[in-house]
Structures are given as structure tokens and as C-alpha cells.
């Protein structure tokens, strides 16, 4: 699928250039650095390339960049160095924090970005009751976000972001904050969404497991300044069901994830 893009790259002089190309990949980061004001440097060198409706789990130690190569892709940074491609549009946001209106149901939540964008009332009803049975919240529509449990909340903040029908979602350690139980469960729903909706997914987390279960490739960062060190391929087809976790294959693929984390990747 070829798709366009909106390139926001550095070429020589100190000011991004911006301009409408057509790739065959939803996301690219093509030699990316970034450097912060303060002196820090983020990434360095950074190559990644996500195909149409592919999913990628990024895990690397704390500190080594995941957050800003999120906020790179997403636009709302700009890197220092090299080319970020990304999609002009339909890009989804999920980050730990779900970020609802507490004086807004459910409902009201979820329809609020097509609310922004001035979609006809009767189309944007239709498509945040579409979100929702898509997360498994039909019947609570009407609940305040204070009234939901933690996993509930999280759900209406996936419903919203599938509100932009995105080809690519961007998601920022989502499920950090939740209960084991809640977190597991939260892993199999996002993963049925994606076997029913097909998006390109970018998905941050420090949980290997997480990341296998999840993703068709998986990567590693190295620590500050982070780059990509390793990847690998995880070829269970979607949906996949919660006994995965227990496959001696899916334990050997987490056992070099996790080899690669700790440095002992060669
Ligand atoms: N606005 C900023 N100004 C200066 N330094 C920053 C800024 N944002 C991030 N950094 C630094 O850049 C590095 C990468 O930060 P980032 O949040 O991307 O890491 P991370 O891998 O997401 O971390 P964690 O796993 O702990 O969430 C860190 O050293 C951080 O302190």
C-alpha cells in the first residue's frame, strides 16, 4: 500500500523542510538524531522502517530515547538530524496517562476528536459506538470516566484514539500503570483490535513479554544515545490467543529479546 506522507527533515541548514512524498512504509526514521537544548543526546543514527498494518514493540533501558522517538513520530518534535517520514494524517495516540474529560461520559469522550473536527453529530455517534464495541464497553456509555475501573478507562482512551480510524498507532507504554491482571487482559484486546482493524502500530513498553506477545517484530535500543541494536521477528499469526505466553517458542524468542536488553546480543 502506498501512502502519503508528510517529510519533515533536516537537509543542511538548521530549518526542517517539509514536503509530500509517497512511500511504501507508514513510518520511517532514516539516520535520526536528536540533541535537546540542554546538551542531551536522545538518538543517534536512528534507523526504523514500519510497513503498512505492521505491529513494532520498541523495549530499551529507561532513558535511552522510546519516549522521543514516539514524540518524533507523532510530530510534536522535530529531529536534529537525518528524516522522520510519517503519515500526514489518521495517526492514533495512546499514552500511559488516558487523558479523559472526568465531566464528559464515555460517549462524549470518544466522540470529542471528531467533535473537533466538525463531523455532522448522527456520523460521529455512529463511529465512537462502533469504538466502543470495538473495546468491549457497549451498555457504558453513559458512565463518567470516575465511575470506571483503570482497565475501563484505558479502553475508552483506545476507543477514542480508533475514533481516527488511524493507519498508524502510536502508544507510549499504555498499559504501564495497570494491574498484572488488567495488563495481560488489556494485551489480548489490543491485539484482537488489531487482527479486526489491520493499523500500522508503534508500541513503546519496558515488559518483553508484552512486546512479543504484541508485535510481529520486536527491537531493541541501545542506552543513551539509543539506536536500534537488534530485531526480531515474531511470527505467530493474530489473533493470538493468551496461552501463547506459555509456548516454548514464544519463551525462546522473549529469552533473546531479553539477551539483547541485557547487551549479550552479538
Ligand atoms: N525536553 C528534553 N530536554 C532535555 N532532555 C530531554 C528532554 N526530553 C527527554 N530528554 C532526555 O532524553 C533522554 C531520552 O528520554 P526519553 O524520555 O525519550 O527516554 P525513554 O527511553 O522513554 O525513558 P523511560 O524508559 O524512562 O520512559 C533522557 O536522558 C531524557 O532525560
Redesign the pocket.
Known amino acids: 500500500m502506498l501512502s502519503t506522507f508528510l517529510t519533515v527533515a533536516l537537509k543542511g541548514a538548521d530549518v526542517p523542510t517539509i514536503a509530500e512524498e509517497t512511500l511504501d512504509a507508514t513510518l520511517r526514521f532514516e539516520r535520526v538524531d536528536?540533541h535537546?537544548?540542554?546538551g542531551?543526546t536522545?538518538?543517534t543514527g536512528l534507523e526504523l522502517s514500519i510497513a503498512p498494518g505492521e505491529f513494532v514493540a520498541v523495549v530499551?533501558?529507561?532513558?535511552?530515547?522510546?519516549?522521543?522517538?514516539?514524540?518524533l513520530a507523532s510530530g510534536l518534535?522535530t529531529a536534529s538530524g537525518g528524516t522522520v517520514h510519517a503519515p500526514a494524517d489518521s495517526v492514533g495516540y495512546v499514552f500511559q496517562d488516558p487523558t479523559l474529560l472526568p465531566w464528559r461520559t464515555v460517549l462524549a469522550n470518544v466522540e470529542l476528536p471528531a467533535e473537533l473536527t466538525g463531523a455532522p453529530k448522527a456520523e460521529r455517534r455512529e463511529r465512537a459506538l462502533d469504538a466502543l464495541r470495538l473495546v468491549g464497553l457497549e451498555g457504558f456509555e453513559k458512565q463518567l470516566p470516575g465511575q470506571l475501573s483503570g482497565g475501563m478507562r484505558m479502553r475508552v482512551s483506545l476507543a477514542r484514539a480508533l475514533m481516527a480510524r488511524p493507519s498508524l498507532f502510536l502508544l507510549?507504554?499504555p498499559f504501564g500503570a495497570l494491574d498484572e491482571l488488567t495488563r495481560l487482559r488489556m494485551q489480548e484486546e489490543l491485539q484482537r483490535i488489531y487482527a479486526e482493524t489491520g493499523f500500522a502500530a508503534l508500541f513503546?513498553t519496558?515488559s518483553v513479554t508484552e512486546a512479543v506477545f504484541l508485535a510481529g517484530r520486536v527491537v531493541v535500543?541501545s542506552a543513551?544515545p539509543?539506536r536500534i541494536t537488534a530485531s526480531f521477528d515474531v511470527p505467530f499469526p493474530h489473533p493470538r490467543p493468551a496461552e501463547l505466553r506459555y509456548d516454548p517458542e514464544f519463551g525462546r524468542i522473549a529469552g533473546e529479546v531479553s539477551a539483547a536488553l541485557r547487551g549479550g546480543f552479538q
Open positions: 536528536k535537546f537544548a540542554n542531551t536522545a538518538l530499551g533501558p529507561s532513558g535511552c530515547g522510546k519516549s522521543t522517538l514516539l514524540r518534535d507510549d507504554e513503546i519496558h535500543m543513551r539509543g
